[in-house]
Nanobody, 127 residues
Framework: QAQLVESGGGLVQAGDSLRLSCAAS???????????MGWFRRVQGKERELIAA???????YYADSVKGSFTISRDNAKNMVSLQLNSLKPEETADYYC??????????????????WGQGTEVSVCS
């Protein structure tokens, strides 16, 4: 019914860039454009954190830690959301997850507002 599949993770050097993509499919996402989409990351030993989100109207949110270096975008025609990661640091090594919020807005960082989740993609940044 609803599937989110992330891609684009990998092993990079500090300072490198990656582009993560998330493809939404299934009957639930026939109205993909109404969902707010978020990218969370989970650093080993820490709670998952919302790092970027984009509302159904294109309003964006960024965690302070990634402002200026990460950029979220969406393509409603392709049911996709992307996250451009620039100037990566070793401490940003984590699993990155795509998630969908049916409320459509980006006013909160609470993970429980996101109903659908992908399996995650691993990003490893070596120094």
């Amino acid at each position: 019914q609803a599937q989110l599949v992330e891609s684009g993770g990998g092993l990079v050097q500090a300072g490198d860039s990656l582009r993560l993509s998330c493809a939404a499919s299934g009957r639930t996402f026939s109205t993909f454009e109404v969902y707010a989409m978020g990218w969370f990351r989970r650093v080993q030993g820490k709670e998952r954190e919302l790092i970027a989100a984009i509302s159904h109207r294109g309003t964006t949110y960024y965690a302070d830690s990634v402002k200026g270096s990460f950029t979220i975008s969406r393509d409603n025609a392709k049911n996709m959301v992307s996250l451009q990661l620039n100037s990566l640091k070793p401490e940003e090594t984590a699993d990155y997850y795509c998630a969908a919020n049916p409320r459509g807005v980006v006013g909160s960082t609470r993970p429980e507002l996101y109903t659908y989740w992908g399996q995650g993609t691993e990003v490893s940044v070596c120094s």
